[in-house]
Nanobody
Framework: QVQLVESGGGLVQAGGSLRLSCAVS????????LGWYRQAPGKQRELVAR???????NYGDSVKGRFTISRDNARNTVYLQMNSLKPEDTAVYYC?????????WGQGTQVTVSS
C-alpha cells in the first residue's frame, strides 16, 4: 500500500508563504500524475496543481502565478510552494498520486490564512 504524508501546513497571515511537502512511499517517477488538491469547509475538493507525466503542469485558476508545484525524485517528495497567500486559500490540502489503475491520497494538512 502506497502512503502519502503531507506536512508544512499551518497558520499564516495574508501575503505570507508556506511550502507543503508530500512524502511518497514509492518512487514518484512511477506515477503518471502527482498533484495537490484542497477542500474548504462546505465546498468541493478542487485542483490546486498537478504534474502530468513528469513534465506538463496544470494550475487551478485561482492560484496561477502564486503557487508552484515541483517534485524531487531522489527524495520521492512533491512540493507546493505557496506565495502571496489569501484568506480564500484557507483549506485542507491533500496530496494525490495516480498510476494506471491506482489512486492514492494523503491525510491532508490544514492551511489557514488570516486577514
Amino acid at each position: 500500500q502506497v502512503q502519502l504524508v503531507e506536512s508544512g501546513g499551518g497558520l499564516v497571515q495574508a501575503g505570507g508563504s508556506l511550502r507543503l511537502s508530500c512524502a511518497v512511499s514509492r518512487r514518484v517517477s512511477s506515477f503518471n500524475v502527482l498533484g495537490w488538491y484542497r477542500q474548504a469547509p462546505g465546498k468541493q475538493r478542487e485542483l490546486v496543481a498537478r504534474i502530468i507525466s513528469g513534465s506538463s503542469i496544470n494550475y487551478g485558476d485561482s492560484v496561477k502565478g502564486r503557487f508552484t508545484i515541483s517534485r524531487d525524485n531522489a527524495r520521492n517528495t512533491v512540493y507546493l510552494q505557496m506565495n502571496s497567500l489569501k484568506p480564500e486559500d484557507t483549506a485542507v490540502y491533500y496530496c494525490n498520486a495516480v498510476a494506471v489503475g491506482e489512486s492514492y491520497w494523503g491525510q491532508g494538512t490544514q492551511v489557514t490564512v488570516s486577514s
